[in-house]
């Protein structure tokens, strides 16, 4: 189906952990987004990408890494979880003005 | 600190009543866009506004975006049970960075 999928959809590790969370999208967009919800402060920028091979942070980079190899994909990489980092992430794509959300991942940190 | 400040954070209303959600910011914005999230999924597009003063209209939901391009109000009419959700709005910056108020979660009751 055409649209932007994440996964997993849900998943609960442990500190220390590397955890990579998946998004992909099948219009082609050239930018892609991850960001993080938590109560009280909305949707925070990770980070952010222009096309392929290019990437850049956005708010709150720290502890993610990112990676655009192909225009479809963008993957987002926990290299060292902490409980801080429990969030539901969201990845969107931009089509002209519009910005288009997968349905998120929630992330449990234990 | 959040670059777009929303307000009111809580909305609970009965049916049939108006309301108003303030989204306010100190910087200036090259477009501002409002959201609406229910539980579960990702945040789906309302409307972009881009000239300073603008006005749309969507059904019951009216946007306008402020003369300096640095706040945007959301007007409902006559709210609605399905009217029930988060609203955000976001601000972007060279239109391909955003940056999203807190929300305001929205409750109508029957």
């Known amino acids: 189906d055409a649209g932007i999928t994440q996964s997993p959809r849900y998943k609960i590790t442990e500190t220390g952990r590397q955890v990579t969370l998946m998004c992909h999208q099948t219009?082609?967009?050239?930018?892609m987004f991850w960001y993080r919800q938590d109560l009280g402060h909305g949707l925070r920028l990770i980070y952010y990408?222009?096309?392929?091979?290019?990437?850049d942070k956005g708010e709150v980079p720290d502890g993610y890494v990112v990676s655009r190899s192909k225009t479809e994909n963008f993957p987002l990489t926990l290299e060292s979880a902490t409980r801080s980092q429990t969030s539901v992430y969201f990845c969107a794509s931009t089509g002209g003005e519009t910005q288009y959300f997968g349905p998120g991942t929630r992330l449990l940190v234990l | 600190t959040q670059l777009l400040e929303q307000s009111p954070q809580f909305l609970s209303i009965q049916e049939g009543e108006n309301l108003t959600v303030y989204c306010n910011s100190s910087s200036v914005f090259s477009s501002l866009q409002w959201y609406r999230q229910e539980p579960g999924e990702g945040p789906v597009l309302l409307v972009t506004?881009?000239?300073?003063?603008e006005v749309k209209k969507l059904k019951r939901l009216t946007f306008q975006f402020g003369d300096a391009r640095k706040d945007s109000s959301l007007h409902i009419t006559a709210a609605q049970p399905g009217d029930t959700g988060l609203y955000l709005c976001?601000?972007?910056?060279?239109?391909?960075?955003?940056?999203f108020g807190s929300g305001t979660k929205l409750n109508v009751k029957p």
């Open positions: 219009w082609s967009h050239s930018y």
């Open positions: 976001a601000g972007a910056r060279n239109f391909n960075k955003f940056y």
């Open positions: 506004v881009v000239t300073g003063g």
């Open positions: 990408s222009a096309a392929a091979d290019i990437t």
